[in-house]
């Protein structure tokens, strides 16, 4: 599967965006398909996980704030941030999980398939 992630931009602190994510060959409805996020000199940090039976789970810090999203029929997955902080601010990459990891859905190395990363940038 190949995954083209966008929607990112610029974005004043307690603003929203919503970044896609665009699957090509098998359904998103077949992965685990996952949001994570990396900061200039961090490491790669887990933010949301839309698990193929429909549950979904969250990094902490982003609780409340962001939601995530499937659309089958777009075959797309979606991430819905409201109340950007500027420590939100990290290059946000989508991925899929082939094998549907119940355990370590937020280990980057879970993942298979990853789409190339759309910048997003809040402003104080």
């Known amino acids: 599967v190949q995954l083209q992630a966008s929607g990112g931009g610029l974005v004043q602190a307690g603003g929203s965006l919503r970044l896609s994510c665009a699957a090509s060959g098998r359904t998103v409805g077949s992965y685990n398909m996952g949001w994570f996020r990396q900061a200039p000199g961090k490491e790669r940090d887990f933010i949301a996980v839309f698990w193929g039976s429909g549950r979904t789970a969250y990094a902490d810090s982003v609780k409340g704030r962001f939601t995530i999203s499937r659309d089958n029929a777009q075959n797309t997955v979606y991430l819905q941030m409201d109340s950007l902080k500027p420590e939100d601010t990290a290059v946000y990459y989508c991925?899929?999980?082939?094998?549907?990891?119940?355990?370590?859905?937020?280990?980057?190395?879970?993942?298979?398939?990853w789409g190339q990363g759309t910048l997003v940038t809040v402003s104080s």
């Open positions: 991925a899929a999980d082939r094998r549907g990891s119940r355990t370590y859905y937020y280990n980057p190395g879970t993942y298979d398939y």
